[in-house]
Structures are given as C-alpha cells and as structure tokens.
Nanobody, 121 residues
Framework: QVQLVESGGGLVQAGGSLRLSCAAS????????MGWFRQAPGKEREFVAT??????YYGDSVKGRFTISRDTAKNTVYLQMNSLKPEDTAVYYC????????????????WGQGTQVTVSS
C-alpha cells in the first residue's frame, strides 16, 4: 500500500523558514516525479514545486524562496521554505506522479494527507 506522509509544518513568523519532509513507502518511487502542492481556505490547489531526477520545477509565487530536494535512497522529498509570507499559509500536500504535466494536480497518482503551514504577519 502506497503511503506519502508529510511532516514539518507549523506556525512561523513572516520572514522565517520551515522545512517540510515527505516520506514515501509501499512502492518504488525512483522514476516518479515527487512534488508539493498547497491549498489555502477557499482557494484551488496550487502547484508549488516538483522534482524528477535532477530537474526541478517551481511555481512562480515561490521561485527564489523555496527549494525542493530529494533523497532517492530514503524515498523522501523535502521542501525548504525561506522568506515565508502570510500568503504562503496553506495545507501543503506531497504527491507523486508517473508522468504527465507536472504542473497540474491531475498528473499525480498518489497524495499525502497534508501538513498545515501558518505564517503570521
């Protein structure tokens, strides 16, 4: 059974940093793209970042502030979030995709339960 489990969310002041982790189990994910989406209350799910092999993709709103990395041996993907803003407040979801348009949520086959990130002003 495939599981993606996020951790590392919490409350942080604007300008601060957080590091999210996502541990995958129940499958082999070396060929999958693994990434992050987020969803704020009343808003659609938004692409944040993804990584396949050594290639990374970022949403425009997080470029230059967030960094995605991956430890393939541990089946774990990380999201380092710096210079956080109140508008980054959302539930952050980890996801894994075999193929497709990696900027869209429909390309992702597996999802975690999400972790809350709250940035206070």
């Amino acid at each position: 059974q495939v599981q993606l489990v996020e951790s590392g969310g919490g409350l942080v002041q604007a300008g601060g940093s957080l590091r999210l982790s996502c541990a995958a189990s129940g499958g082999t994910f070396s060929t999958y793209a693994m990434g992050w989406f987020r969803q704020a209350p009343g808003k659609e799910r938004e692409f944040v970042a993804t990584r396949r092999w050594s290639i990374t993709y970022y949403g425009d709103s997080v470029k230059g502030r967030f960094t995605i990395s991956r430890d393939t041996a541990k089946n774990t993907v990380y999201l380092q979030m710096n210079s956080l803003k109140p508008e980054d407040t959302a539930v952050y979801y980890c996801a894994a995709a075999r193929s497709g348009d990696l900027y869209t949520s429909r390309a992702y086959n597996y999802w975690g339960q999400g972790t809350q990130v709250t940035v206070s002003s």
